[in-house]
């Protein structure tokens, strides 16, 4: 157990719709990172989170985003979704701002019907 | 574009037998790191190796840094049926922006 905690696990939904992944970071850590993984592919760096402020993008989409609350939980919002938005989410989370190691959540798998 | 890439995208061997994963990437980093995915699970750290190391063991794992071919190599000896995973390597840039950048893994398989 990564200490990571990721919900929903799964999620299917339709084009067009709008949905809220959440993750509570392992205790201690204060960033953390998204990350995508369609199938059989690596992991699209997203965005980071340190302490509540956005640290650094990626390859994250206009309809994408998401926010760390004070609290250290964040939420990633994906939003007129496409088929192509199928995937694995991951959150990861770190203790500093620069990246050591990283502790990963089981993901969220999200299916757009 | 990913950062690195691993060589080969999938490899198949016998238990007992080592096996062998390179990664290059593109960009002076300052640390490299290897994780482990079981398939559709969470990935797991293996090992970081610092820019301003070469070689670094934990158990059975073995990891090289070349930073002038920039290019690192896993080495997983006396392989086990478990050890089937995907294994990435991640980079940190030195470029700023603190991003963890992933390859697309290479997909190990190992035979009873």
């Known amino acids: 157990d990564s200490g990571v905690t990721q919900t929903p696990k799964h999620l299917i939904t339709a084009t067009g719709q709008r949905v809220t992944l959440r993750c509570s970071p392992r205790?201690?850590?204060?960033?953390v990172y998204w990350y995508q993984q369609s199938l059989d592919q690596g992991l699209q760096f997203l965005i980071q989170?340190?302490?509540?402020?956005?640290?650094a993008k990626g390859n994250i989409l206009e309809r994408f985003s998401a926010q760390q609350f004070p609290d250290l939980h964040s939420e990633l919002n994906l939003s007129s979704l496409e088929l192509g938005d199928s995937a694995l989410y991951f959150c990861?989370?770190?203790?500093?701002?620069?990246?050591?190691?990283?502790?990963f959540g089981e993901g969220s798998r999200l299916t757009v019907l | 574009s990913q950062q690195g890439e691993e060589d080969p995208q999938a490899l198949s061997i016998q238990e007992g037998e080592n096996a062998t994963m390179n990664c290059s990437y593109k960009?002076?980093?300052?640390?490299l790191q290897w994780y482990r995915q079981n398939s559709g699970r969470g990935l797991v750290h293996l090992i970081l190796?610092?820019?301003?190391?070469r070689e670094k063991h934990s158990g059975r794992l073995r990891v090289t840094l070349d930073t002038s071919k920039k290019s690192s190599s896993l080495l997983i000896t006396a392989s086990r049926a478990a050890d089937t995973a995907s294994y990435f390597c991640?980079?940190?840039?030195?470029?700023?922006?603190?991003?963890?950048?992933f390859g697309a893994g290479t997909r190990l398989f190992v035979k009873a």
């Open positions: 990861a989370s770190g203790q500093g701002t620069g990246a050591g190691e990283l502790f």
């Open positions: 205790s201690g850590d204060l960033s």
């Open positions: 989170y340190y302490n509540g402020e956005e640290r």
């Open positions: 960009t002076s980093i300052n640390n």
């Open positions: 190796i610092r820019s301003n190391e």
């Open positions: 991640a980079t940190e840039p030195n470029t700023g922006g603190f991003k963890t950048i």
